[in-house]
């Protein structure tokens, strides 16, 4: 169902579905969908600029429109390679930035990093050289937790870093 949905490149119809099926308020975001969309998105087309654009007017990490920002967040992590240099510069931007949110957003960062690594190592370790030299608590806290995951552990390099 969620393919169909998105498959229509109707971003207010997408919404509305996330908002209604994020399982927010409550104690667990629908990361199940989350991980969905972000797949799908891995292998077909896309909206840039309605992907990057985060706007979290709701500090309230329990708001349905948190749910929202975290599937773009993964999202921009699932088709990382497959985008210009540009692009990729703005992505590492939107989640350095998007480090310091709440812990809903934390968390959806930590995810598109590691799929980010699961294709890029060398990138993530020099992007996480940078936050280990410079950054803020919560980037610092990016690094461990996506390193953290069992997969990006199968790799020796990561592993070794």
């Keep these: 169902m969620i393919d169909a949905i998105l498959a229509t490149n109707d971003y207010s119809e997408i919404t509305t579905f996330l908002l209604a099926n994020s399982n927010l308020p409550g104690r667990m975001a629908n990361l199940t969908l989350a991980n969905q969309v972000a797949d799908y998105y891995m292998n077909n087309d896309y909206n840039f600029a309605y992907l990057s654009a985060l706007t979290l007017n709701h500090k309230d990490a329990n708001a349905p429109e948190v749910f929202v920002v975290m599937c773009k967040l993964i999202t921009l992590g ?84």
């Design 78 to 161: 699932s088709f990382f390679e497959r985008l210009s240099s540009g692009d990729k510069v703005v992505v590492l931007n939107v989640l350095s930035e998007s480090a310091n949110d709440s812990w809903r957003i934390k968390e959806a960062v930590v995810m598109a990093f590691q799929r980010i690594g699961m294709c890029n190592e060398a990138l993530l370790i020099d992007t996480f050289n940078a936050y280990l030299k410079t950054g803020t608590f919560s980037q610092k806290r990016a690094v461990v937790a996506t390193l953290a995951d069992y997969q990006l552990l199968e790799s020796q390099v990561l592993c070794d870093y």
